[in-house]
């Protein structure tokens, strides 16, 4: 209906029916689907598809009465022989997968299955429609499936080729071998066959070609031929969408088997194509109308970041100089200007990879050359040249080269062509926001006029959104007194807010209240008072207007919040009561998810802006007396926990939980342990129902905060044992459920996303031994026995042996030597062993529990220890770079530090004529303070031992 209220009645009258009438409700959408096939029949399938989906939290299915289950599982099965609806099939395999997860039975169901899925039956490609929404376990059962998809891919209807190729997806995922060679020359060329019948059919078995490679890239392994002689032909004969499409599964293979010869061909392929999608030089692209914004993804971008991938894959080693020497060569030429166009954007796409200055400095006259052209694309392209390589090399290039791209820079901002001057404002902030301090301050006025000079009413919106980022990127990166530029700026930004009203303006008038938020922040609080109030009633104004949480506007107002509030701080709390109440709202999901709706979409602004109203909430209670509006903003909080269609929600939702605690401390603190109890048991059952790793840690470290800012002794001994029990349990559960998959940079995710978890799980036992001693015996005596038992061997794979060293430095750290007992002794033995770890993330995770140890001993414990002490600190120390630079540095930083931590305890003139040698720390600002700290210390209070009997440490020092 296009009554929105009527629609939305009648949306709720059907949730209504699905909780209290399942029944009716199922036979009803059954019937009608049985009839003709409708606009109400189409959204009859939508809805069955809801209900029975196992994921669904209608439990409508196992509602239903036993004799209405078995009459609606045979009529289902009737409808899919005669009904051509998409719905039904993926409803049918929802139910399937419904029944056979609770460990039901539907014979009628694998009987259809079984005696249709073959090449000569009535049936088969109802079957198959249904098979390709099964879940893999699923799937697994009907294994004979090679002969019938080989006589679909052979059909002559392109319908029936496509439904074969989305099939194979599913078989390919299911079976444990993959050697159905032939099916894969057959959707090869079934490729060429759908596209030459329909474009848009023949671009979605491109897409499921791409998914297969991505799920399965082996099976490719063996074609590469007909992938090159694929890619070619649609290059000879389709459109660059196509081709666009072509290189995208050609690149998916690429990353699957590594394969040089296919990556070089792909990235030269690109490059055409590159130079293909280029289009005449139009009024439209040089002057863009009111309210332009550069496309997030076109064909030539997406292109771009093709070039990425191949070199990615087999590595840059095998793959730049090829590429580089092709785009080089497009460079040159001067007869067609795409080309030099083309060459400029895939320089920016690869200039990440060019590591040596002089290879840098190398591109600097190609970029004076673009520059200077006459063609305004190839000036565009120039500056996003010199935008990627400031953004690249941070510091480097901008120290090195800006007496050259500075006045380049400034060209750009005069040019006549409003989307180049665009671009070049773009590259004024990316090149600010990398310089040094004395960079921007030798070129501040310069800057700051020519951008004060596009604030103005006649400019388009574009430029002065540019110009506003650009401002508050200068102010954030300079340290120079900015007071008076500020007031200028504000005075001309106030004028602007003003004369640009109505909804056309949101983005500029949100990019308006940043920079002048930014800006504040940078002049700092005093300067930035004075201007507050009018800044704060402009922003609630704003709020007060028609905006939503799918507002773009909304996202700039929140982030202006909590600079504001961060600035202010306590004096920003007279103003909570304007602003809560709204953000409150926006916090709120505006709708109910809609049965009617496929897949039921929740816009990403949305979602965004629900996520930034909880961070903005999260600020005001760290900031202000947040206490009267706690309650109310727990309630909005503790159902986003649960919000399905984003985990960035979820996540933040569970960050804001500990700021809440703290905030309700301050009023009462009995209420606060209360409330902190209750929060640790719905983040608990939130951690378990949870599918995102990245979410999950969230609140994991959520409980941890929790746990840390409640204080000693606010759990009992039992609810600590019930958080000990199941924090163990999940990290258990994470090891049931690793992978071996065949993409290994999917492996090399898992790994960091796992390293994450247990990072966080370890961290709760730290909380808890820290707050909690007293009642973690029963834990402790856990994890020698069923942890510490396994995982400190040498024969334990690295991340379980880091783990059992988080958690080995945690007790060390905060239960100590008496706790432990007769056990201290045994850390210490594991600690000094996998010191010396040639993995660099454990050596550091052991010198760091080793520093802690020698500080935590008893006296007559560290006597006995000091001296070995000394000596495995000082071997590793001595450790080579076996990884990466980073992690080397880390872990050497950890055991100076812990020498130092020694040094402490007793001081001997080897030690310390060691320890100084190793300084300064550079990568663990944290232990960097801490160890010098305590050379300034040792220096005032025993110059002799820091400078050596003969001052031999002078040189060092």
């Given at each position: 209906?296009?009554?929105?209220?009527?629609?939305?009645?009648?949306?709720?009258?059907?949730?209504?029916?699905?909780?209290?009438?399942?029944?009716?409700?199922?036979?009803?959408?059954?019937?009608?689907?049985?009839?003709?096939?409708?606009?109400?029949?189409?959204?009859?399938?939508?809805?069955?598809?809801?209900?029975?989906?196992?994921?669904?939290?209608?439990?409508?299915?196992?509602?239903?009465?036993?004799?209405?289950?078995?009459?609606?599982?045979?009529?289902?099965?009737?409808?899919?022989?005669?009904?051509?609806?998409?719905?039904?099939?993926?409803?049918?395999?929802?139910?399937?997968?419904?029944?056979?997860?609770?460990?039901?039975?539907?014979?009628?169901?694998?009987?259809?299955?079984?005696?249709?899925?073959?090449?000569?039956?009535?049936?088969?490609?109802?079957?198959?429609?249904?098979?390709?929404?099964?879940?893999?376990?699923?799937?697994?059962?009907?294994?004979?499936?090679?002969?019938?998809?080989?006589?679909?891919?052979?059909?002559?209807?392109?319908?029936?080729?496509?439904?074969?190729?989305?099939?194979?997806?599913?078989?390919?995922?299911?079976?444990?071998?993959?050697?159905?060679?032939?099916?894969?020359?057959?959707?090869?060329?079934?490729?060429?066959?759908?596209?030459?019948?329909?474009?848009?059919?023949?671009?979605?078995?491109?897409?499921?070609?791409?998914?297969?490679?991505?799920?399965?890239?082996?099976?490719?392994?063996?074609?590469?031929?007909?992938?090159?002689?694929?890619?070619?032909?649609?290059?000879?004969?389709?459109?660059?969408?196509?081709?666009?499409?072509?290189?995208?599964?050609?690149?998916?293979?690429?990353?699957?088997?590594?394969?040089?010869?296919?990556?070089?061909?792909?990235?030269?392929?690109?490059?055409?194509?590159?130079?293909?999608?280029?289009?005449?030089?139009?009024?439209?692209?040089?002057?863009?109308?009111?309210?332009?914004?550069?496309?997030?993804?076109?064909?030539?971008?997406?292109?771009?970041?093709?070039?990425?991938?191949?070199?990615?894959?087999?590595?840059?080693?095998?793959?730049?100089?090829?590429?580089?020497?092709?785009?080089?060569?497009?460079?040159?030429?001067?007869?067609?200007?795409?080309?030099?166009?083309?060459?400029?954007?895939?320089?920016?796409?690869?200039?990440?990879?060019?590591?040596?200055?002089?290879?840098?400095?190398?591109?600097?006259?190609?970029?004076?050359?673009?520059?200077?052209?006459?063609?305004?694309?190839?000036?565009?392209?120039?500056?996003?040249?010199?935008?990627?390589?400031?953004?690249?090399?941070?510091?480097?290039?901008?120290?090195?080269?800006?007496?050259?791209?500075?006045?380049?820079?400034?060209?750009?901002?005069?040019?006549?062509?409003?989307?180049?001057?665009?671009?070049?404002?773009?590259?004024?902030?990316?090149?600010?926001?990398?310089?040094?301090?004395?960079?921007?301050?030798?070129?501040?006025?310069?800057?700051?006029?020519?951008?004060?000079?596009?604030?103005?009413?006649?400019?388009?919106?574009?430029?002065?959104?540019?110009?506003?980022?650009?401002?508050?990127?200068?102010?954030?990166?300079?340290?120079?007194?900015?007071?008076?530029?500020?007031?200028?700026?504000?005075?001309?930004?106030?004028?602007?807010?003003?004369?640009?009203?109505?909804?056309?303006?949101?983005?500029?008038?949100?990019?308006?209240?940043?920079?002048?938020?930014?800006?504040?922040?940078?002049?700092?609080?005093?300067?930035?008072?004075?201007?507050?109030?009018?800044?704060?009633?402009?922003?609630?104004?704003?709020?007060?207007?028609?905006?939503?949480?799918?507002?773009?506007?909304?996202?700039?107002?929140?982030?202006?919040?909590?600079?504001?509030?961060?600035?202010?701080?306590?004096?920003?709390?007279?103003?909570?009561?304007?602003?809560?109440?709204?953000?409150?709202?926006?916090?709120?999901?505006?709708?109910?998810?809609?049965?009617?709706?496929?897949?039921?979409?929740?816009?990403?602004?949305?979602?965004?802006?629900?996520?930034?109203?909880?961070?903005?909430?999260?600020?005001?209670?760290?900031?202000?007396?947040?206490?009267?509006?706690?309650?109310?903003?727990?309630?909005?909080?503790?159902?986003?926990?649960?919000?399905?269609?984003?985990?960035?929600?979820?996540?933040?939702?569970?960050?804001?939980?500990?700021?809440?605690?703290?905030?309700?401390?301050?009023?009462?603190?009995?209420?606060?342990?209360?409330?902190?109890?209750?929060?640790?048991?719905?983040?608990?059952?939130?951690?378990?129902?949870?599918?995102?790793?990245?979410?999950?840690?969230?609140?994991?470290?959520?409980?941890?905060?929790?746990?840390?800012?409640?204080?000693?002794?606010?759990?009992?001994?039992?609810?600590?044992?019930?958080?000990?029990?199941?924090?163990?349990?999940?990290?258990?559960?994470?090891?049931?459920?690793?992978?071996?998959?065949?993409?290994?940079?999917?492996?090399?995710?898992?790994?960091?996303?796992?390293?994450?978890?247990?990072?966080?799980?370890?961290?709760?036992?730290?909380?808890?031994?820290?707050?909690?001693?007293?009642?973690?015996?029963?834990?402790?005596?856990?994890?020698?026995?069923?942890?510490?038992?396994?995982?400190?061997?040498?024969?334990?794979?690295?991340?379980?042996?880091?783990?059992?060293?988080?958690?080995?430095?945690?007790?060390?750290?905060?239960?100590?030597?008496?706790?432990?007992?007769?056990?201290?002794?045994?850390?210490?033995?594991?600690?000094?062993?996998?010191?010396?770890?040639?993995?660099?993330?454990?050596?550091?995770?052991?010198?760091?529990?080793?520093?802690?140890?020698?500080?935590?001993?008893?006296?007559?414990?560290?006597?006995?220890?000091?001296?070995?002490?000394?000596?495995?600190?000082?071997?590793a120390c001595e450790m080579p770079v076996v990884k990466r630079i980073k992690s080397h540095g880390y872990a050497k930083d950890n055991s100076v530090a812990a020498i130092g931590r020694l040094i402490r305890r007793q001081a001997s003139q080897e030690a310390v004529s060691y320890?100084?040698?190793?300084?300064?720390?550079?990568?663990?600002?944290?232990?960097?303070?801490?160890?010098?700290?305590?050379?300034?210390?040792?220096?005032?209070?025993?110059?002799?031992?820091?400078?050596?009997?003969?001052?031999?440490?002078?040189?060092?020092?």
């Open positions: 209906s296009p009554d929105n209220s009527a629609r939305k009645q009648a949306e709720a009258q059907l949730n209504q029916a699905v909780v209290n009438s399942p029944e009716k409700l199922v036979a009803c959408l059954v019937s009608i689907l049985e009839g003709p096939q409708t606009q109400t029949s189409t959204l009859c399938g939508i809805l069955l598809k809801k209900v029975f989906s196992p994921k669904s939290n209608y439990e409508a299915w196992s509602k239903l009465t036993q004799s209405t289950q078995e009459l609606v599982k045979h009529q289902l099965l009737n409808l899919v022989q005669n009904c051509e609806s998409k719905h039904l099939f993926e409803a049918v395999a929802l139910l399937a997968s419904n029944i056979f997860q609770t460990r039901s039975s539907w014979s009628e169901f694998n009987t259809f299955m079984q005696a249709n899925l073959k090449p000569d039956s009535t049936y088969s490609v109802p079957a198959v429609e249904v098979y390709m929404h099964l879940p893999v376990y699923l799937a697994k059962e009907f294994s004979d499936l090679e002969s019938l998809l080989h006589l679909l891919l052979n059909s002559q209807n392109p319908n029936t080729r496509l439904l074969a190729l989305k099939a194979m997806k599913l078989f390919f995922r299911a079976q444990e071998s993959l050697n159905s060679q032939s099916l894969i020359q057959s959707a090869i060329t079934s490729v060429d066959f759908i596209l030459a019948k329909n474009q848009y059919e023949g671009q979605s078995a491109l897409k499921v070609l791409t998914e297969i490679s991505e799920n399965t890239p082996r099976i490719f392994e063996p074609h590469l031929s007909d992938i090159t002689e694929l890619v070619n032909h649609i290059f000879a004969n389709y459109e660059p969408s196509d081709q666009n499409l072509v290189l995208e599964f050609s690149v998916s293979v690429v990353e699957g088997v590594l394969s040089k010869e296919l990556a070089g061909f792909v990235a030269q392929k690109t490059l055409e194509l590159m130079v293909a999608l280029d289009k005449e030089i139009t009024d439209d692209w040089c002057q863009p109308e009111e309210g332009f914004c550069e496309e997030e993804e076109d064909y030539s971008k997406a292109a771009q970041k093709l070039l990425t991938r191949v070199i990615d894959s087999v590595g840059e080693s095998n793959l730049l100089e090829p590429v580089s020497n092709l785009i080089f060569s497009m460079l040159k030429e001067h007869t067609d200007w795409r080309y030099p166009y083309a060459g400029l954007l895939a320089l920016t796409e690869i200039v990440q990879y060019i590591t040596e200055p002089q290879q840098v400095a190398a591109l600097i006259p190609w970029i004076q050359q673009g520059v200077e052209s006459p063609n305004p694309k190839i000036r565009y392209a120039a500056f996003l040249l010199i935008k990627q390589t400031c953004e690249d090399y941070v510091r480097d290039f901008q120290g090195e080269h800006y007496e050259t791209i500075l006045p380049l820079i400034g060209k750009g901002l005069l040019d006549s062509v409003s989307r180049v001057k665009l671009c070049s404002l773009g590259c004024l902030a990316s090149f600010m926001y990398g310089a040094s301090s004395s960079i921007v301050s030798q070129n501040l006025v310069s800057n700051l006029e020519t951008l004060t000079n596009l604030l103005e009413t006649t400019q388009p919106s574009y430029i002065i959104e540019s110009a506003c980022a650009a401002f508050a990127t200068v102010f954030s990166s300079s340290k120079d007194d900015l007071t008076n530029w500020y007031e200028l700026a504000y005075s001309k930004l106030i004028r602007i807010l003003q004369s640009k009203q109505g909804s056309n303006y949101k983005r500029l008038q949100g990019r308006i209240v940043e920079c002048i938020t930014i800006m504040g922040r940078a002049v700092g609080r005093e300067v930035f008072a004075k201007s507050a109030p009018e800044v704060i009633q402009v922003i609630i104004q704003l709020h007060q207007g028609d905006i939503t949480s799918a507002d773009e506007l909304t996202g700039y107002l929140l982030s202006a919040w909590q600079r504001i509030c961060e600035l202010l701080r306590e004096d920003f709390s007279p103003y909570l009561s304007s602003v809560v109440p709204k953000l409150l709202s926006l916090a709120q999901p505006q709708e109910a998810q809609s049965l009617l709706v496929e897949n039921a979409p929740v816009s990403s602004t949305q979602t965004e802006n629900i996520e930034l109203s909880i961070t903005t909430l999260q600020s005001f209670a760290e900031c202000t007396s947040f206490g009267e509006y706690v309650d109310d903003t727990v309630r909005v909080s503790l159902p986003l926990l649960e919000y399905t269609p984003n985990e960035d929600v979820r996540g933040s939702a569970a960050e804001i939980l500990p700021s809440l605690v703290a905030s309700k401390r301050a009023l009462d603190t009995s209420q606060a342990t209360e409330m902190a109890k209750v929060f640790l048991t719905t983040l608990w059952a939130a951690i378990e129902s949870e599918d995102s790793h990245e979410t999950r840690i969230q609140q994991l470290e959520s409980v941890k905060k929790i746990i840390e800012a409640s204080g000693s002794n606010f759990l009992n001994q039992q609810e600590v044992l019930a958080i000990g029990e199941k924090t163990i349990k999940l990290f258990l559960s994470s090891l049931e459920s690793r992978e071996n998959p065949q993409n290994s940079k999917y492996l090399e995710y898992q790994k960091e996303v796992e390293d994450n978890l247990h990072a966080a799980i370890s961290d709760i036992l730290g909380a808890i031994f820290k707050t909690h001693k007293q009642f973690c015996y029963p834990i402790l005596e856990y994890l020698f026995t069923g942890i510490f038992s396994n995982f400190l061997r040498e024969e334990a794979k690295p991340e379980d042996q880091k783990f059992a060293l988080y958690i080995v430095d945690d007790i060390v750290e905060f239960l100590g030597e008496e706790s432990v007992a007769s056990k201290w002794n045994e850390l210490g033995q594991a600690l000094a062993k996998f010191a010396k770890s040639p993995h660099e993330e454990i050596r550091q995770a052991a010198c760091y529990g080793l520093g802690i140890f020698a500080q935590n001993s008893s006296k007559e414990t560290f006597q006995v220890w000091s001296s070995s002490l000394f000596e495995v600190l000082k071997e320890w100084v040698s190793q300084l300064p720390l550079r990568w663990d600002k944290q232990e960097a303070k801490a160890a010098h700290h305590l050379l300034a210390e040792i220096s005032v209070t025993y110059p002799s031992l820091v400078l050596g009997s003969n001052k031999e440490n002078l040189k060092p020092l």
